[in-house]
């Protein structure tokens, strides 16, 4: 399993023209194929009037999924270097659609390529990217003596606190790198005296 991976920080649009084209390309982070086609057919309808909905998505922290689509561009010409373009940057549960209206000038096949890889490339770097690590979930009971000061001592050196449940104990839930576990073990038995009960949870990507 990936330690980490990196995708699209937010969706955006991002456009450039080349002898009179223009080319635009939508970026979302997307969870599946069903999310990736949904935002591509999104991005026909609001442009009814574009020749061309190239696009391209890498699904997976591995990168296991990966499609791509010259829709009607000479074949190799679009969809390929847009997926190589996501690739060479190593983002993940990412779809690119790129809308081209065309100027009346032919660039060629060459120019395709570098015109379909090279708005990619500028909307990735105008979007910005984030990291996502795999983290596992961690639940913490703890009395309500307690519980303030340690939320507040989680916080305060950076966990990643997920959420805060009160009943008849604080149950308080973090997302941890599974290499500090051990490490965080001690750290909690020590502040809350041995008091606390830790149980593990599931394994998931996040921000941490």
Known sequence: MQEQYRTLAHEGVHEIEINKSRFLCALAPVASETEAQDFIARIRKEHPGARHHCFAYVLGADGGVQKASDDGEPGGTAGVPM?????????????????????????????????????????????????????????????????????????????????????????IQVGLPEAELDAFRAWLADATAGTAVLELGSEAYGEL
């Open 83 to 171: 997926l190589q373009m996501l690739v060479r940057r190593e983002v993940r549960y990412v779809v690119a659609v790129v809308t081209r209206y065309f100027g009346g000038v032919k660039l060629g096949a060459g120019g395709l390529i570098r015109a379909y890889g090279g708005v990619v490339g500028e909307a990735l770097d105008t979007l910005g990217t984030v990291v996502r690590r795999r983290y596992r979930l961690v639940s913490i009971s703890v009395d309500h003596q307690r519980a303030g000061r340690v939320e507040n001592d989680l916080r305060t050196t950076g966990r990643a606190v997920r959420e805060v449940t009160y009943g008849a104990e604080v149950t």
